[in-house]
Structures are given as C-alpha cells and as structure tokens.
C-alpha cells in the first residue's frame, strides 16, 4: 500500500475514533474501550500542570475519578517536539505508525514543526494536522490544554508518540479513584 494511502486510512480511522470521543473499535482492536470525551473548561474540576521533558514526564501518573473533567497545562520543557496524548496502550500503538509517517513526510523535525507539510493534503482531504481533542503536539518551549472528560477504563495511559520516545518510557499511568478526586 502507498504511504499516502496508508496515511489517508490511518487518519480516517482516528479522526472517527476521536471526534466521537471515545475509542471504540477505531483501529481494529475490538476492545470497545472507551477513553472519555472532549471537555469543557467551564465545567473542570481540576487542573493538572504536565512538563514535557526528553523524554519523561513531571509527574509520572495522575488520579483521575470517572465522570472527573480535567484541564491539563501541558509545557514542553525538553529540546525535542512531543506530544501528550491521552489513550490505552493498543491505541498509542496504531498512533505511532501515524507519528513515523509524520517524521518521514518532514513534519516533525527534531525539535521543530513544519506547519506547512501538515496542512498538506494527502488524499481525499487528509492531512498530517495533529489536531485530535485528546492530544497535543508540541515544540520546545510552547504549552497548551487540553481538557478531558474521563469515564473509566481499565487501562490509560498519557504517552508522547514521536518514534522512539514511547519505547524510551515517554509514558505515564492514569489511575481511578472512585472514592473522590485528588486536589
């Protein structure tokens, strides 16, 4: 299969995955997880500062409850681009092939962004955007939010999914509390 018709299919996948707000078969795994949706910064109940460094995160895990809408600040502070994404395992997986056709397309380039390959079209009105609800991508230096309704699942995890950084341990543990939130 060509790349760009790879590339098409992957983000048709995600795109449909993600804009419902959950992950429901989205990329063949047939776990029906569902992740949470897009949230609503009026309706936070706390906000969660996360640094981005090369390549960890501060802090490592977070508690979340079910129902729970949270505002994450997410800083990079490393010398790389990363991203903060929220997800299972299998679903950062199947991102990671997303994220290498970025890198060999020339749109993440070590510690910058070509903003304009990523509005390239890649068929059928695709393009490289990383512009999913649950997710940012970042240069050095920049921060953004990110806000999440959580609804409980038995394995999330936030992960950086630039090629490598995973594999190096970019990753945390999203753990549920059902007895309240953490403040």
Known sequence: ?????F???AMTLSATAFA???HSDGHGHGQGAVIG???QASEAT???SVEMHDNYYEPEAIE???GQTVRFVVENKGNLVHEFNLGTPEMHESHQKEMMMMVEHGVIQGGKLNHDMMSMDMGSGHTMKHDDPNSVLLEPGESREVVWK???TANLEFACNVPGHYQAGMYGEVRFNKAGAEK
């Open 64 to 66: 979340v409850q079910p």
């Open 46 to 48: 706390r906000t969660i």
């Open 1 to 5: 299969m060509k790349r760009s018709a």
């Open 150 to 152: 959580f609804s409980e």
């Open 7 to 9: 590339f098409a299919a």
């Open 20 to 22: 419902a707000g959950s």
């Open 37 to 39: 949706e897009p949230g």
